[in-house]
């Protein structure tokens, strides 16, 4: 209960009575108002909206203040990207724009008034007779219980709020204002604030049009909806019938009209309204990153973009479009398939570009699409990939290209009969990092022919439905102009699924000597079946009644896992360290079973034990792990 304010009246009227005779007795010289300033001077000591007396930060030179700004508004996004948060800042409760505008000075006297006034605005805090703050009529237990839900303020904003001379070098350090999301909602008033105090400087901006996912459980009794579910249910309703194509556009009115989903946060009149913002400062941009569900909205950016001259700065493009549409071969929708040249291929420090379901021009982007850093090329549908010339060139263009990722993307489909990817090689000898992902076999064999990339380190491999033993035999087989394989120099491999036969699977492993380190999802038995060839085994040789020790990997001592059980992984530590080859550092994820005496078991046996956050869709597929089949005495040579 939130205390009456005549109690609170009477007892503050209380303390102070007492303060002013105790500090009259203690110095005869002292007046009732002398006493009543110093004992007001005394309360106010640890006010954390007044700088301390002799604050030695305040006594930095504000270039050193201002740099440890910029470090703490990193790592703050370098958090946020290591978590995949990705919900934004509440605008609803305060305004990110901050309400000040740059010229006007806030005395850190009045910045706890400052900032109560525009919790007072959103109804967030109610202020009784006698001036004493009450957040939401809460008492300070129910603070307590919602402390995981408060609203955060970026760190900028944050620093900028603490006194008068923060907030002017804050404002001042255009560093601290180039990242731009636009998640304030129209009229985007805080993100040209944002803008106006970067002052000229290379601006990463980040426009996020996706459906939002649905947060409701199916398996919910429909039964104890209340009253208040009704309501909110009827609001949403009328908010999505308000939904138009005006608004919204025609693809989402005519594929999401009779979904239960809110519409996307940003409406295509929205992102029109920022492109206005953000296209005149294209000379600026040093970043784009734009996620969308509807092509709709990805293809007024692209034709947009396409009216840019130049992106001179531009260093990292990002586009993601993400589609539940099951046909790989045809695009859709078809009238929307034109491709564009952005930036009229004009950006000369590009180098970390990811299309996931985007399409370019292709043959006109060779000069946007050159020495790259960072290539990823993500679902794309038969009829807008590049033709295999066209793919050669654009990495041929890159010379100095360590990352590659390519997942149902690539050249147009191989056609055999006709001959048409011809003898050209695609040779990368820069490549380290090689993603390959849900190709059909014939696809993924026939372009692993075409590679030859001798030093790559690290392979993401993820297959399913489909039998992949002659795509893993062609793993085994030397590279073109080489005479190693690719699985030969790896020290690092992520198997997230690959339907093969033993005998294949068994010379893959047999390739891995070099191997340091291994990503394994176990989720269904063919994965299960990898992970338990990483127990070392006793075998007899043929024609001999001598026993040795086969051990897949012997350099291992990595490995992370998804689907598996605490209990059948320290099976494994334990079997490997027992062979001399032991598991150094283990990381699971955090849904996978493991009791308190597992994780005990592991920080006193393996040098670190981790865990991470697996996707919602591993675990949508992954069955309940079966009894344990091996160990170091159950398997054998089968």
Not at 109 to 127: I, P, T
Not at 222 to 229: G, I, L, N, P, R
Not at 242 to 270: F, K, M, N, R
């Amino acid at each position: 209960m939130v205390p009456n304010p005549s109690s609170r009246d009477a007892q503050l009227a209380a303390d102070l009575k007492k303060e002013v005779l105790s500090a009259m007795n203690a110095d005869s010289s002292l007046t009732p108002q002398a006493a009543m300033i110093k004992i007001t001077k005394e309360m106010l000591t640890n006010n954390p909206f007044v700088t301390p007396a002799g604050c030695p930060v305040n006594a930095l030179p504000p270039e050193l203040l201002a740099h440890i700004f910029v470090v703490g508004t990193e790592m703050e996004a370098e958090g946020e990207d290591y978590e995949d948060e990705d919900d934004g800042y509440e605008s609803t409760d305060v305004d990110l724009k901050d309400g000040w505008t740059d010229e006007e000075d806030v005395d850190p006297h009045e910045l706890d008034a400052a900032v109560v006034a525009r919790l007072k605005s959103v109804g967030k805090v109610s202020q009784g007779a006698d001036g004493a703050m009450d957040v939401d009529g809460d008492d300070d237990s129910s603070d307590e219980e919602e402390e995981d839900e408060e609203m955060s303020l970026p760190f900028q904003v944050l620093v900028s709020h603490v006194c008068r001379h923060w907030r002017h070098v804050a404002i001042e350090t255009p560093e601290l204002w180039t990242t731009i999301d636009f998640e304030e909602g129209a009229p985007f008033e805080k993100s040209k604030v944002w803008i106006e105090r970067g002052k000229g400087r290379p601006l990463d901006i980040k426009i996020d049009c996706s459906i939002p996912p649905v947060d409701q459980d199916p398996d919910d009794d429909a039964d104890a909806t209340s009253d208040s579910d009704l309501d909110s249910d009827s609001d949403e309703s009328n908010s999505i019938e308000s939904i138009t194509s005006a608004s919204h556009g025609h693809q989402y009115v005519t594929e999401h009209g009779d979904c239960i989903h809110e519409p996307p946060p940003i409406s295509l009149v929205d992102l029109k309204q920022i492109l206005d913002i953000i296209v005149p400062l294209v000379a600026q941009w040093r970043s784009l990153e734009i996620t969308t569900s509807v092509w709709e909205y990805m293809h007024a950016l692209l034709s947009r973009l396409s009216e840019c001259p130049s992106a001179p700065l531009l260093e990292t493009l990002e586009f993601y479009h993400y589609d539940d549409v099951e046909d790989n071969e045809t695009f859709s929708p078809a009238e929307l398939k034109e491709p564009f040249l952005i930036f009229n291929g004009n950006a000369p420090k590009l180098r970390n570009i990811a299309l996931w379901g985007v399409h370019l021009d292709w043959d006109r982007s060779l000069t946007l699409l050159s020495d790259l850093h960072d290539l990823e090329m993500v679902y794309h549908t038969e009829d807008v990939r590049p033709s295999y010339a066209t793919f050669t060139q654009m990495i041929a263009s890159s010379p100095n290209l360590p990352n590659l990722g390519l997942c149902l993307s690539g050249p147009k489909q191989h056609d055999p009969e006709n001959n048409d990817w011809g003898t050209d090689i695609i040779e990368i000898p820069s490549l380290k990092e090689l993603v390959f992902c849900y190709h059909k076999p014939p696809y993924a064999i026939a372009l692993l022919k075409k590679l030859s990339v001798p030093n790559v380190h690290s392979l993401t491999l993820d297959f399913d439905e489909e039998d992949y033993t002659e795509f893993v035999k062609q793993l085994t087989l030397p590279m073109p102009k080489t005479n190693k394989s690719i699985l030969a120099g790896l020290e690092e491999m992520k198997i997230s699924g690959l339907p093969c036969n033993k005998a294949s699977m068994e010379s893959m492993l047999g390739q891995l000597t070099g191997l340091k380190s291994i990503n394994i999802k176990c989720l269904n038995e063919h994965d299960q079946e990898i992970y338990s060839q990483l127990f070392p085994t006793t075998v007899t040789e043929d024609g001999s009644t001598s026993q040795k020790q086969k051990i897949y990997c012997p350099n291992l001592h990595t490995i992370t896992s998804t689907g598996i059980p605490g209990y059948d992984l320290r099976l494994l530590v334990e079997a490997r360290k027992a062979a001399g080859v032991p598991i150094r550092r283990v990381m699971m994820s955090d849904e996978d079973d493991i009791g308190e005496e597992e994780i005990k078991w592991f920080r006193e046996n393996v040098e670190e034990l981790d865990f991470f956050e697996a996707s919602d869709e591993e675990f949508d597929a992954l069955d309940t792990w079966p009894a344990p089949l091996w160990g170091p005495q159950t398997l054998v040579d089968m």
